[in-house]
């Protein structure tokens, strides 16, 4: 579904991801984890278009297209969803309109017809349930005033909603007190199909109980310096990210 | 162009247009002499600095004298709100259209006429405020609407009644209005524990065509009392359009204003509230709308004369192409108001390279037990918030709009009143198609 090679990413003049290979199938769900400043959230905003990064070499194949040829919004249409880590807050437009745009937008671009608001309600309200939550927070103005645990939950729902093929999940687990975080997982858990993939950016491996993922990469310094299995996030929950950091400085 | 003013004063004086109570000729004379004195503003003059009124000052313009043509309902249809059951007074190049107007059934103790008619009738009313809250010394232009004061609707709510359906004054310039001046005068009395909404509009069915307005309202807030009074400017964008709105409040009052300009070459309105008691709260709202050269300027000054009164202002303005915005706010809180909380936001939103932005806060606080702040902005759309938008799928220009409507609707967001919110959610929408 996707496949990363010797992706460089810059922000200014500062190098970030400095060649980053990666593969995901469908029905696969990998973590990339690493401390703070190793590249993980970079790798996450270029694989969705930030324009703040420059992608200096490498590639990116998604479904066979090439993914950095495409605008951010090309990407949610091909089935591309970030889930942000820090969401943005939209006073003046409500949740269920902001999300209802979306919808169609990624529809039209399919050849599909839009839908009305009384139809997307009916669709809304059993995404709602995926989260937890009551109707009520689709007048609120997206985001605007939301707690952070409320913030990750709204794009857990917006993912719900737009059934992307590809969910990137950026630090979606920092910041959530431990129901949060519960909910957030078993929405995560309840999308997962054969046919879809998911890449997990986390510091702490904790997410990683209640997500539990095929692959395991551990970013440093802008490389993926180790992959594995699951038992690769529990190994880093017991001795930390130094071990590898020393390991890769003392190799280079 | 001030000598024609004279002129054309000394012709009505003693005619029939000059009726009304015996006190009101002599403040008419005065504001005249006050205006022949002073001539309108120069660039010189603080308060006018960035507004260009030369066109005003140079131009040469006939008294609006009516329509003559026929007008109907079905052309006025768009500005009523979807609302023909709303009590409405119309007025056509600045004269009342009786035939066009509706009042409906109004609960007892509730007035609701043209001027020129009550200026005939009901004396004891206008002695009271006609003419009282809006001093002629306040500007060049308030003199002028004073010495031709007329025409325009009056709004009486008498004391504890409850104003159910809002009143809708409306003002239109056809064709026929073109190169004339007009000088509607507005008097909204609510009374000690009543609550109204009025809606005062200033549309045209005279698209390009240059007039100008001149508008005066004077509106008193009795103790007690609420009032949602909505201002919605949608002149001809060749047209010129300068107005006062002067607001009075009494004791443990609530005044609610919304001000609403896209149309005009150029646009400017004062709104003047004085908080003349303990326990008021004042909420002022305004958004701008400017495209092509359009200037828009807003002046708004809240005088802080008591203890413990609130005053919330919030202004916003989306400009495109090369047009140009003013927002001057000022707040004076005396020293005896001591417990004043007064907020003020002035936020632009820059679409075009060419828009310019002049915005001065002013506050001048003499009391020390005081929370006062203002802030002002001028930007463009968050980079981060449109790549947000467009990784949920929405194409750049819709990302855009979204994001210039959601910037617009925060503010629109506080009109109380739903057909009327609505209606301007519709216009900001559809205005923002077509950038």
């Given at each position: 579904?996707?496949?990363?090679?010797?992706?460089?990413?810059?922000?200014?003049?500062?190098?970030?991801?400095?060649?980053?290979?990666?593969?995901?199938?469908?029905?696969?769900?990998?973590?990339?984890?690493?401390?703070?400043?190793?590249?993980?959230?970079?790798?996450?905003?270029?694989?969705?278009?930030?324009?703040?990064?420059?992608?200096?070499?490498?590639?990116?194949?998604?479904?066979?297209?090439?993914?950095?040829?495409?605008?951010?919004?090309?990407?949610?249409?091909?089935?591309?969803?970030?889930?942000?880590?820090?969401?943005?807050?939209?006073?003046?437009?409500?949740?269920?309109?902001?999300?209802?745009?979306?919808?169609?937008?990624?529809?039209?671009?399919?050849?599909l017809e839009e839908v009305d608001s009384i139809d997307f309600l009916d669709l809304l309200e059993e995404k709602l349930k995926l989260v937890e939550w009551e109707p009520e927070i689709m007048s609120r103005a997206v985001n605007a005033g939301f707690s952070g645990g409320e913030k990750k939950r709204n794009e857990i729902l917006q993912m719900a909603v737009l059934e992307p093929k590809l969910a990137i999940l950026d630090e979606t687990d920092s910041g959530l007190d431990i129901d949060a975080l519960r909910i957030v997982a078993a929405g995560v858990n309840k999308l997962r199909r054969p046919e879809n993939a998911a890449i997990v950016v986390t510091h702490y491996q904790r997410l990683l109980n209640y997500i539990v993922p095929d692959y395991v990469h551990v970013l440093s310094n802008g490389r993926i310096v180790k992959s594995g299995g699951k038992e690769l996030a529990l190994e880093l929950e017991a001795r930390g990210y130094e071990w590898l950091e020393d390991a890769v400085g003392a190799a280079s | 162009m001030t000598d024609t003013f004279v002129q054309e004063f000394e012709a009505r004086a003693g005619t029939a247009t000059a009726d009304g109570p015996e006190w009101l000729e002599p403040v008419r004379r005065s504001a005249m002499e006050r205006f022949a004195r002073s001539g309108f503003p120069t660039a010189r003059d603080e308060e006018w600095r960035f507004t260009p009124i030369g066109p005003i000052a140079q131009g040469s313009w006939r008294p609006a004298t009516g329509v003559a043509g026929e007008l109907g309902p079905e052309q006025l249809a768009p500005f009523n709100f979807g609302h023909p059951d709303w009590t409405t007074l119309v007025y056509v190049n600045g004269v009342f259209h009786e035939a066009l107007s509706s009042v409906g059934r109004l609960p007892a103790g509730v007035r609701v006429a043209g001027l020129a008619e009550m200026l005939g009738s009901d004396g004891a009313l206008l002695g009271r405020h006609l003419t009282r809250h809006a001093p002629v010394e306040e500007s060049p232009f308030t003199a002028l609407n004073t010495a031709f004061l007329r025409e325009g609707g009056v709004v009486h709510v008498g004391a504890g009644v409850d104003l159910e359906m809002p009143v809708h004054l409306l003002y239109v310039t056809t064709v026929e209005g073109a190169g004339t001046v007009a000088h509607p005068r507005?008097?909204?009395v609510v009374e000690r524990g009543a609550r109204a909404s009025v809606i005062e509009s200033y549309v045209s069915l005279a698209s390009g065509r240059i007039y100008w307005t001149n508008p005066v309202s004077e509106v008193a807030v009795a103790a007690g009392a609420w009032l949602e009074h909505t201002r919605i400017q949608r002149e001809s964008e060749s047209a010129f359009h300068v107005g006062l709105t002067q607001v009075d409040q009494e004791r443990d009052s609530h005044y609610r204003s919304f001000s609403f300009a896209m149309g005009a070459a150029l646009a400017r309105h004062n709104l003047h509230v004085r908080l003349n008691d303990e326990?008021?709260?004042?909420?002022?709202?305004?958004?701008?709308?400017?495209?092509?050269?359009?200037?828009?300027?807003?002046?708004?000054?809240?005088?802080?004369?008591?203890?413990?009164?609130?005053?919330?202002?919030?202004?916003?303005?989306?400009?495109?192409?090369?047009?140009?915005?003013?927002?001057?706010?000022?707040?004076?809180?005396?020293?005896?108001?001591?417990?004043?909380?007064?907020?003020?936001?002035?936020?632009?939103?820059?679409?075009?390279?060419?828009?310019?932005?002049?915005?001065?806060?002013?506050?001048?606080?003499?009391?020390d037990d005081v929370k006062c702040t203002h802030g002002a902005t001028v930007g463009r759309l968050d980079d981060?918030?449109?790549?947000?938008?467009?990784?949920?799928?929405?194409?750049?220009?819709?990302?855009?709009?979204?994001?210039?409507?959601?910037?617009?609707?925060?503010?629109?967001?506080?009109?109380?009143?739903?057909?009327?919110?609505?209606?301007?959610?519709?216009?900001?929408?559809e205005r923002l198609g077509s950038l």
């Open positions: 579904m996707l496949e990363i090679n010797g992706l460089r990413a810059s922000v200014g003049d500062t190098e970030i991801l400095k060649g980053i290979d990666l593969t995901v199938n469908a029905g696969e769900v990998h973590a990339v984890m690493g401390p703070n400043g190793s590249g993980k959230s970079t790798l996450a905003q270029v694989l969705a278009g930030h324009p703040a990064y420059q992608v200096t070499a490498g590639s990116v194949r998604y479904q066979g297209q090439d993914l950095l040829e495409l605008e951010p919004e090309e990407r949610a249409q091909a089935g591309v969803f970030l889930a942000f880590q820090y969401p943005v807050e939209i006073p003046g437009v409500t949740n269920a309109y902001f999300l209802r745009a979306a919808y169609n937008e990624i529809r039209k671009a399919r050849g | 507005n008097l909204i326990n008021i709260e004042s909420l002022m709202y305004g958004l701008y709308l400017t495209r092509g050269e359009q200037v828009a300027d807003n002046h708004t000054a809240i005088y802080h004369d008591q203890p413990n009164c609130r005053s919330w202002e919030v202004y916003k303005g989306i400009l495109d192409g090369r047009s140009r915005a003013v927002f001057n706010g000022k707040v004076f809180v005396k020293p005896e108001a001591q417990k004043t909380d007064a907020k003020q936001t002035n936020r632009n939103l820059l679409l075009s390279d060419g828009a310019r932005v002049d915005t001065k806060p002013q506050l001048e606080i003499f009391a981060l918030a449109r790549f947000y938008a467009r990784s949920r799928g929405l194409p750049a220009a819709a990302a855009e709009r979204l994001l210039t409507y959601a910037f617009a609707a925060e503010v629109v967001d506080e009109v109380a009143l739903t057909p009327v919110r609505e209606e301007l959610d519709r216009l900001v929408f």
